[in-house]
């Protein structure tokens, strides 16, 4: 385990990552009006949004896993080039995470393992496979949920500098969710009916390790559940993975094959509620 410490190296490197986002963070003025919060509140903001920056951090990860994996089975190079900018559109998000978490008084210590930045994904699988399932976990579930969940906390947030915040954050999610159909598009015409059945277990998987995520956000249950039948369960078997999908709200009874990778759960790197 390791403090979660991000750096800035500024110079050269700050005028490169800033022609990523010309002018997205120019005007945002990193004041908040605290003085009606306590200490325990400040304290409270802190955290959450240092522990935002860090599952950015992890989104950023899970996206270049997800890159390496498309370049060693040989994807198309449109398919890459298309999610080349999404490392730095998840950096900008730990950029502006890190300056919520300070605007609050300070970035909050948080242990973390380093290693947490790989998604989990059975490396035995060719290369193909990797792809898909990394896509699945990453992008079609994973960032599929991230923008209702910042949508929510953008409903609930009442000053304007989280507005700004998170509505630029959301800005980038829905490019972000659509890489993996783009993949499955691709792959599924070659998937044997065996593969098709193993990765609709993993999408399974990784709609379960968002259900903690999700239980404290009562308000939205409703939502949930039809972007979940919606936007990941009915275009997984449009494209013959037939996944259960199980309601967020319901018992979870699909898991991994035997045959499958560890069967540990995988918490989908990528967003959680923030407060
Ligand atoms: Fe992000
Ligand atoms: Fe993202």
Redesign the pocket.
Known sequence: MALFQPTWLGGTAEVLFRKHHEGVTDDIRWRLHTSGLTDADRDHFRTVWTQSAHQ?WC?AGAFVALQEALLLAGAPVDLLGASGRFLA??ML?VQLACGMATAYGGGAPLEVDPAAIRPDVDRTLEPRLQVAELAIRVSCVGETF?LPLIASEFASASDPLSRKVLGR?AH??AA?AKLGWLVLDWLAPALTDDERERLAAVADDAIDALRPALADDADNRATYDDILHKRVARPLRQRGIPVVATGFWQTAERRLPAHGPDGVARAVRG?SPRS
């Open positions: 950015e989104a559109d998840e998000h991230s954050i980038d999610e972000h967003h």
